[in-house]
C-alpha cells in the first residue's frame, strides 16, 4: 500500500495533490462512477437527506452556540435574545428547533425503508446495526438540546429522563447524582448537557462516516432486494442519483421551510415558554413527538425498573433484527404476509406515538398496553416464524430483467431491455 | 432551440452551447442558494438589536477638573474626555500642520466654542492598547497628551500622534453638546 498514487486527473494542480492523497479519486470512485442500482426510488432519497439534515444542524447550531449562554440564569433570556435582537436568530433558532423534528422524520422513514426492503440483511447486518448506533445518539443530542432553552418542559424532561437511570438496582441513585453533578436537575447539569450537545453530532458524523463506509463495501440495497448482477443493473452515480436526490432535497427543504415560516412552534410545547421551575411541575409533560412511542412503551409497564427495560429494549431489539428475521428474501415486493404486517406494525407504532402523548389514563392505557405487547410480537415472535412459514413469491433474475420469464425462458419484451446502458 | 433539438434528434454531435448554458445556470442558480443561506448566518454575528441600542452614552462634564481627563465608556471603548487648559490650547492651536504625522487642525477635532473640551477614543492608533495621561501624575511624553505604555508612542493635547509607531492620531468619535455641561457620544 505504500507509494504514491498513480492518479488519472489532468489538470497538473489536482494530479500533484492526487498523486500524494488521492481524495479526488476516492471522490469521483465513492460518488461519481459509484455503481448503483438502476431501479431505486424516491425511498433511497432519505440517506442523503438525513446527511444533508445533520450538515444543517451543525451549522445553525454553531450559530445558534455563539449567543446561548448555558447558564440557569441566562440560558432563557439568552434564546429569548436569540429570538429577538440577533440578526436572523430568528431563523437560525426556528431551522434548528424543527431541524430536530425533520431529522427525525427523515430517519424515521429512511427505517422503514430498510424494514419494507429488508436492507437489515445478509450482508448488510454491521450496516443497520451501526445505524441503529447512530438513532441512539441522535436521541441523546435531541433529548440535551431539548434542555438547552431551560423552559419548563426542558427541565422537567431533563429530570424525568435522567431518573430513568434511578430504576437501575443498587448503583441508581449514585448514577443519577453523577449524571446531575448535584442533588437536582441544575446548573452543572445544564452545562454539560450543552458540552454533550455540541460535542455529539460530530460523534454521530464520525459514525454516519461508518455507516457511509459499511455502505460503500455492500453497496446499496434496492426495491427489488436482489443483489445487482452486471453493469446493466446499475448507474453511476452522478449525475443519476446526485440529481435524484437534488429532487428529494427540493422537496424535503420546501416542507422543511413551510414548518419553519408557517408553523414553528407547531411541533413545541407552549410550556417551554415558561421559564424552568424547580418547585412546579406543569399539568401535563410530554416529550418531543418523535421519543412519544418509547414513551408509551416506558409507561404501559406498570413497574419503574420493568419500564425502562423495555423502553431501551425496544431499540435494543434492532440491533438483532438481522438474525430475528429469518426470511432470506428482502424485499417486502416478494413477501405479501410480510408485507401486510409491516403496515400493521406502522400503525401500531404511530397508536404508541398518539397514545404517549394522551394522559395515562382510561383507555390510552390500555391502547399503550396492547401497541407495546405487539412492537415486541413483531420482532420476536412474528419476524421469527414468518420467514419459515411464509411462500415468498419468485424474485426476478435480475434488475435489468424486472419481469419474469416464463418458465421454458423465452426471449424477453423488447421494453424491458436497458439497450442504451452500453454506453457505459 | 428546435433546430438544435432536431439534430440531436438525428445523433449527431449534441449542441455543446445549450449543455454549458444549462450547467450555467444550475451552478448559478446553486450559488445564489447557497448564498443567500450563508447570508443569515454570516450576519448573526453581526451586533445585534441590544447591542445597537447601547450604542450611545451621555456624560456630565462638570465633575471633570481642568487639566485632567476622564474616561467614559462607550460601545465598550474607552474615550477620553479631557478638560484642557487655555495654555494647553494655545499650544495645540499653534502646531504647524507640516510637524504632524497625521496632519489635521486642533480646530478640527473639538466642536468651536468648546474648545476646552477634547474627546477622543482612548485606543492607540498603533495596536490598540489604552495609553496614560490620564491623571497629570501620569506619563504623558514629550507633547503633553498621552504616552502609549506598550510601544511608545506619543500623543499631543490634541490627541494626534507625534511619535510613533503609531501611524494616526487618536479618533474624535461622533459626538455633541447637548448644553455646555453635557455631551452625548455616538
Known amino acids: 500500500m505504500v507509494g504514491l498514487h498513480k492518479s488519472e486527473f489532468k489538470n497538473p494542480v489536482i494530479n500533484w495533490v492526487d498523486t500524494r492523497l488521492p481524495l479526488f479519486t476516492m471522490m469521483t470512485k465513492e460518488y461519481g462512477v459509484f455503481p448503483t442500482p438502476k431501479n431505486f426510488n424516491y425511498f433511497w432519497n432519505f440517506g442523503a437527506l438525513a446527511m444533508i439534515n445533520l450538515m444543517i444542524m451543525i451549522v445553525t447550531g454553531i450559530f445558534l452556540a455563539m449567543n446561548y449562554n448555558a447558564s440557569t440564569a441566562g440560558a432563557f433570556d439568552s434564546v429569548e435574545r436569540i429570538v429577538r435582537d440577533v440578526n436572523y436568530g430568528w431563523l437560525l433558532r426556528y431551522v434548528h428547533a424543527n431541524g430536530a423534528s425533520m431529522f427525525f422524520i427523515v430517519v424515521y422513514i429512511h427505517m422503514f425503508r430498510g424494514l419494507y426492503y429488508g436492507s437489515y440483511k445478509k450482508p448488510r447486518e454491521l450496516l443497520w446495526m451501526i445505524g441503529v448506533v447512530i438513532l441512539l445518539l441522535m436521541m441523546a443530542t435531541a433529548f440535551m438540546g431539548y434542555v438547552l432553552p431551560w423552559g419548563q418542559m426542558s427541565y422537567w424532561g431533563a429530570t424525568v429522563i435522567t431518573n430513568l437511570f434511578s430504576a437501575i438496582p443498587v448503583v441508581g441513585d449514585y448514577i443519577v447524582t453523577l449524571l446531575w453533578g448535584g442533588f437536582s436537575v441544575d446548573n452543572p447539569t445544564l452545562n454539560r448537557f450543552f458540552s454533550l450537545h455540541y460535542l455529539m453530532p460530530f460523534v454521530i458524523t464520525g459514525v454516519v462516516f461508518l455507516h457511509v463506509v459499511a455502505l460503500h463495501i455492500t453497496g446499496s440495497n434496492n426495491p427489488l432486494g436482489i443483489e445487482p448482477k452486471s453493469s446493466q443493473d446499475t448507474l453511476p452515480f452522478h449525475p443519476y442519483y446526485t440529481i435524484k436526490d437534488s429532487v428529494g432535497m427540493c422537496v424535503y427543504l420546501m416542507v422543511f421551510a413551510a414548518l419553519v415560516f408557517f408553523a414553528p412552534d407547531y411541533l413545541g410545547h407552549a410550556d417551554n415558554y415558561t421559564p424552568a421551575n424547580p418547585l412546579v411541575t406543569p399539568a401535563h409533560i410530554v416529550p418531543e413527538w418523535y421519543f412519544l412511542p418509547f414513551y408509551a412503551i416506558l409507561r404501559s409497564v406498570p413497574s419503574k425498573l420493568g419500564g425502562v427495560i423495555m423502553m431501551f429494549g425496544s431499540i435494543a431489539i434492532l440491533f438483532v433484527l438481522p438474525w430475528l428475521d429469518t426470511s432470506p428474501v428482502r424485499s417486502a415486493k416478494f413477501r405479501p404476509i410480510y408485507r401486510q404486517l409491516l403496515y400493521v406494525f406502522v400503525v401500531v407504532c404511530i397508536t404508541l406515538g398518539v397514545a404517549g402523548g394522551k394522559p395515562p389514563e382510561g383507555i390510552w392505557v390500555v391502547i399503550g398496553r396492547v401497541c407495546t405487547a405487539y412492537y415486541f410480537l413483531h420482532f420476536l415472535v412474528i419476524l421469527p416464524l414468518l420467514g419459515k412459514l411464509e411462500k415468498p413469491l419468485p424474485l426476478p433474475e435480475s434488475i435489468a430483467n424486472p419481469v419474469l420469464t416464463p418458465i421454458g425462458g423465452g426471449p424477453l419484451p423488447g421494453g424491458a431491455m436497458a439497450k442504451p446502458m452500453e454506453k457505459m | ?186
Not at chain 2, 499650544?91 to 477635532?109: F, M, N, W, Y
Open chain 2, 1 to 186: 432551440m428546435s433546430a438544435t433539438a432536431h439534430v440531436q434528434g438525428d445523433g449527431h454531435a449534441p449542441d455543446h452551447s445549450k449543455r454549458d448554458f444549462l450547467k450555467l445556470v444550475a451552478a448559478s442558480g446553486a450559488a445564489i442558494g447557497v448564498g443567500s443561506l450563508a447570508w443569515p448566518l454570516i450576519d448573526s454575528m453581526n451586533p445585534s438589536g441590544d447591542v445597537l441600542a447601547l450604542s450611545s452614552v451621555e456624560f456630565d462634564l462638570a465633575p471633570v477638573p481642568l487639566g485632567q481627563a476622564v474616561t467614559v465608556v462607550w460601545r465598550g471603548k474607552p474615550v477620553f474626555v479631557r478638560h484642557r487648559t487655555p495654555d494647553e490650547i494655545k499650544t495645540a492651536e499653534a502646531v504647524k500642520l507640516s510637524e504632524l504625522g497625521d496632519p489635521q487642525l486642533d480646530s478640527d477635532r473639538v466642536k468651536a466654542g468648546h474648545e476646552q473640551w477634547l474627546v477622543v477614543v482612548g485606543i492607540c492608533t498603533h495596536l490598540g492598547c489604552v495609553p496614560l495621561g490620564n491623571k497629570s501624575t501620569d506619563p504623558r511624553g514629550d507633547f503633553g497628551g498621552w504616552f502609549c505604555p506598550c510601544h511608545g508612542s506619543q500623543y499631543d493635547v490634541s490627541g494626534r500622534m507625534r511619535h510613533g509607531p503609531a501611524p494616526a492620531n487618536l479618533a474624535v468619535p461622533p459626538y455633541a453638546f447637548m448644553s455646555d455641561t453635557r455631551i452625548k457620544i455616538g
